[in-house]
């Protein structure tokens, strides 16, 4: 099971997350690409970071709103997304090169990512997007989510099932939206047991009481979630104790 987690959130003078602490118990990073969190000298660091740590280094494109996270919704065609995602894989590709570092994967980030999961039209842009860039790159999309795992095999990409540890679900298999109180789960133990659920089990338990079949080949805890450093480490530290082989796919 991959353990994935969002870096290079910080921006400027203001500093998000501790990626110091994450890069010690995670697999695979998805480094923020300028457009909806990062800057030039935080995605630099940040792949100098994961180089240090021997983190796969993936790049999360993301909607052009630094205020608001890349978390809500914007109205690209999909010609339009496509370009977005090229322009920022581009980005990061060269900060990857400067260090001597391989781009592993590509993983949307926030709003792109939750609609991408629904939408057909905008699924196949993100594809068509990476795979032109190159086919060797791994696509993360949710584990649930018929139009990502579509979209890459049509263009022949290898689609990484995704669960999140700090996520509660509905039944239906998506998220709760963030809106909705108790959606993001900030208790370690709590975190650290979906986390088993989901890797042993291949299911969870939806907010309704529900059980919902997940079958994930990456776990992610998001970076910018209160105590993500502890969270991280008790998710990391559980799986283990389960026996489950923690490594980047």
């Known amino acids: 099971m991959d353990l994935n987690a969002d870096l290079g959130e910080s921006y400027g003078r203001w500093t998000l997350g501790d990626d110091e602490a994450l890069v010690a118990h995670i697999t695979s990073a998805n480094v923020a690409c300028g457009f909806h969190a990062g800057d030039f000298n935080v995605m630099e660091a940040s792949v100098e970071r994961c180089a240090r740590a021997g983190v ?16 809500r919704p914007m109205p690209f065609t999909p010609t339009e997304a496509e370009s977005l995602v090229r322009y920022q894989l581009g980005a990061l590709d060269a900060f990857c090169r400067a260090h001597g570092v ?6 949307p980030h926030g709003a792109l990512y939750n609609q991408a999961a629904a939408d057909p039209a905008l699924a196949d842009a993100i594809a068509r997007a990476v795979a ?12 649930t989510s018929e139009p990502m795992r579509s979209a890459a095999a049509e263009h022949g990409l290898r689609f990484v099932a995704e669960a999140f540890a700090d996520r509660r679900y509905l039944p239906d298999g998506t998220l709760q939206p963030r809106s909705e109180q108790g959606s993001v789960i900030t208790e370690p133990s709590e975190a650290a047991a979906q986390a088993v659920q989901i890797a042993v089990s291949g299911s969870l338990v939806a907010v309704s009481g529900e059980a919902v079949a997940v079958a994930a080949e990456s776990i992610c805890c998001h970076g910018d979630t209160p105590g993500a450093a502890a969270i991280v480490a008790a998710v990391r530290a559980a799986l283990e104790s389960a026996d489950v082989a923690v490594a980047a796919p």
């Open 102 to 107: 391989e781009l592993r994967h590509v993983k």
């Open 132 to 143: 032109r860039f190159s086919r060797d790159l791994l696509l993360f999309g949710r584990a």
């Open 56 to 71: 796969a280094v993936g790049a999360q494109p993301g909607y052009p709103d630094l205020l608001g996270f890349g978390r």
